[in-house]
């Protein structure tokens, strides 16, 4: 048999964080870019709403014309749905009706 270089093995001992390192934040498991990335994160949300809020604001207008479309379109749904039911107990009362023929 061919001998062939061993691998060493793994000695290093794992490391746990306390809870109080995590709840402070200073637990070693974070790696720095990740607090980096998260409060790069945190900016960004907060610029989108501020930004949101200012054009909420400006355009009152806009969402009320867009929010009557919504409201017609949703009006003309719920009438259809309204036709289907009334359709479907018509249809329902009319099967209750030939059942009843049937058995007299």
Do not use: C
Not at 9 to 28: H, M, N, P, V, Y
Not at 44 to 63: A, G, H, L
């Amino acid at each position: 048999m061919a001998r062939g270089k061993t691998k060493p093995k793994r000695t290093g001992q794992r490391t746990f964080s306390s809870i109080e390192e995590i709840l402070a934040g200073t637990s070693s498991d974070r790696p720095s870019t990740f607090t980096q990335r998260e409060a790069k994160y945190n900016e960004e949300e907060k610029s989108k709403r501020d930004f949101r809020q200012e054009s909420e604001e400006e355009s009152d207008n806009e969402t009320e014309q867009k929010h009557k479309g919504v409201q017609e379109r949703l009006a003309l749904i719920r009438q259809e749905r309204e036709e289907a039911a009334k359709k479907r107990e018509e249809e329902k009362a009319v099967k209750e009706q030939r059942k009843a023929e049937a058995r007299k």
